[in-house]
């Protein structure tokens, strides 16, 4: 079945660094891939979806120059958290897009910010 | 705008019985996609079962089934002879057929215990 892999499955980084999260798709195109943020015990909250060349559309609240997202390739989409501080420290975890209906999921990325 | 209500936060069930989850939307749209994720401790999102509302004949997958009742717009969840591999939080989840960038909406999740 279709696979997206998502790196690192976890990173601890300094207040005021940057982090950067790749989400591949190994064996379909993704055109469409969305992020999105998961507090313990909580539901998946989204954050934006990201389309093959062009820019990612962020959902209401979500701070776009924080939160950077980048589809440069039909197979890689990234998140990078600027400048992450400790109110950053999360869960984030990717889906992509393989057909109409079908969504595949990372395995999930633990940030924790220092 | 959708709105998916999972209205329970926690159930347990004795291993080898059923349980059912309940799950109810809110929408407009006259064709989307219904689904339930399963979440373990892994937190690896994995689809348990999926349902296209034009569909009247209920999903079934092995030990998953669900209700789908689009007049109500209740889609629940049937486990059946469940396994301690069950515990996991489960998520009900809709996406509508039309836009370009259609996402899927998730409901609050319910922690599922399944007890030996």
């Known amino acids: 079945g279709a696979v997206v892999s998502q790196h690192p499955s976890w990173v601890i980084c300094k207040s005021g660094t940057s982090v950067k999260i790749e989400c591949r798709s190994l064996?379909?195109?993704?055109?469409?891939m969305f992020w999105y943020r998961q507090f313990p015990k909580q539901s998946l909250m989204l954050m934006a979806t990201?389309?093959?060349?062009?820019?990612?559309?962020?959902e209401q609240g979500v701070e776009k120059d924080k939160f950077l997202i980048n589809h440069a390739s039909l197979t890689l989409s990234t998140l990078t958290v600027t400048s992450a501080h400790p109110e950053d420290s999360s869960f984030y975890i990717c889906?992509?897009?393989?057909?109409?209906?079908?969504?595949?999921f990372g395995s999930g990325t633990r940030l924790t910010v220092v | 705008a959708q709105t998916v209500t999972q209205s329970q936060p926690e159930m347990s069930v004795q291993e080898a019985e059923t349980v059912t989850l309940s799950c109810t939307y809110d929408?407009?749209?006259?064709?989307?996609?219904l689904f339930w994720y399963k979440q373990p401790p892994s937190r690896q999102m994995i689809l348990v079962i999926r349902?296209?509302?034009?569909?009247?004949q209920n999903a079934t997958e092995n030990r998953f089934s669900v209700n789908f009742q689009k007049a109500a717009k209740s889609f629940s969840l049937k486990i059946s002879d469940s396994q301690l591999g069950d515990t996991a939080m489960y998520f009900c989840?809709?996406?509508?057929?039309?836009?370009?960038?259609?996402?899927?909406?998730f409901g609050k999740g319910i922690t599922l215990s399944v007890r030996p």
């Open positions: 349902q296209e509302a034009y569909k009247q």
């Open positions: 929408t407009s749209e006259n064709n989307y996609y």
């Open positions: 990201s389309n093959e060349g062009s820019k990612a559309t962020y």
């Open positions: 064996d379909f195109q993704a055109t469409t």
């Open positions: 889906s992509a897009r393989e057909r109409r209906g079908r969504y595949t």
């Open positions: 989840a809709f996406m509508k057929l039309t836009g370009a960038n259609s996402k899927l909406t």
